[in-house]
Structure formats: C-alpha cells, structure tokens
C-alpha cells in the first residue's frame, strides 16, 4: 500500500512543469506571478508581427480627426492648413513641370494649371479637414470641404485630376472624361502616376 502510495505522489509530482521543481520554498502567488510574466512575454515575443499590426491600427484609428483652417495651396493635391501638410484623399493631379498640348495647340503646364485652380476655389478661404490616415510622408490624407462641398470631388469632376488611391470618386472621373473636361480635353495628356515613372 505504501509503495502504491509513493508511486502515485511521484505520478502527481510530474505534472509540475520542470522548471518549478528544482525552486526551494517558493509560493504558491509567486509561481502564479511568475506563470503570468512568462505567458506575457510569450504573447508579446511570439506575436511581435501582430503587436506591431495592432498598434499600426490604433495609430491610423487615433489619427482619424476632423478640424478646420485656413487653406494654404502648396499643389495639385496638397495643400497645408493649421501648419499641417495635407495630401487629399481619392484622387492624383497632375504634378508641377507636367505639361501637355491643350486643344488650342498651346503647350502649358498642368500642374500649374491644377494649381491655380484649386487656389481660386479654396486659397486662403476657411476649410474643414477629415483625416483619414497619415501617408508615408507623414501627410495626413484627407478629405477637404468648403462650404459643404467635396473639394477632391470637385477636383475630379472638372477635370483638375485623377481618380485614384480608392473607387470613391471613379463615376466622377467618367464624367469628367466623357466631357472632356480639364485635362481630359488635352491632346497628350497622361496619368501622373506614368508621368512620376519617367520623370523621377
């Protein structure tokens, strides 16, 4: 019976994990402590990826934030409000040094063009921005209203620029192209992601 007794405590003694056998005298709350920290680090250690993604996530969640300003024009489609570089979401204009031949046969720069647009419409006038992320740049990307409009909208919709980066503003760029407004009325007029690839 005793030796019966002694092989079942040994049996119950192999269910403590290795690593607690050899602790002298230690508690039962610090085993418990010490359990936890360990199944911490190995959440954290073993999930780096996942940690990382998470707080990448809650990063963009926070940076989601609504204010105004006064617009200040810096091209196409960046603009600086409250001290603030400003990329606006959904589309792509045409960059500085982009030219093209209008329908007129005058050779002029597009981005110049879009440039003089957007700083009639919105220049110096007061603005609301909806931050919907932060780009590479460490711009915040965002959709820009005055008086209630869509201003990246509008941009698309005369013309001023491409619809990219999203499908939000495409039924826009459609139009703009049926109509041929804006630089979809030039003869030799290309996208500006194309134009970047050959001139950068």
């Known amino acids: 019976m005793q030796s019966m007794r002694m092989r079942g405590f040994k049996r119950r003694r192999n269910l403590v994990p290795r690593k607690y056998r050899s602790i002298p005298k230690i508690g039962v709350s610090k085993v418990v ?24 996530m809650l990063t963009r969640w926070s940076n989601k934030q609504k204010y105004s300003g006064l617009a200040y024009i810096v091209d196409g489609d960046t603009i600086r409000v409250n001290d603030q570089s400003i990329r606006l979401s959904g589309l792509d204009a045409p960059e500085m040094g982009q030219c093209a031949t209008d329908s007129s046969g005058v050779w002029y720069d597009q981005g110049e063009y879009v440039k003089d647009a ?14 919907e992320s932060i780009d590479k740049y460490r711009r915040q990307v965002a959709t820009v209203y005055y008086n209630g409009m869509d201003v990246c909208e509008w941009l698309v919709n005369h013309g001023y620029a491409v619809a990219a980066y999203g499908n939000q503003y495409k039924s826009s760029e459609r139009f703009a192209r049926l109509a041929k407004r804006g630089i979809w009325g030039d003869k030799d007029s290309i996208n500006p992601q194309d134009w970047r690839r050959g001139n950068r």
């Open 33 to 56: 402590r010490n359990s936890r920290l360990d199944l911490t680090r190995t959440l954290v250690g073993g999930n780096a990826f996942r940690f990382t993604s998470l707080l990448r």
């Open 118 to 131: 957007l700083t009639d419409l919105i220049g110096g006038k007061h603005v609301t921005i909806q931050v």
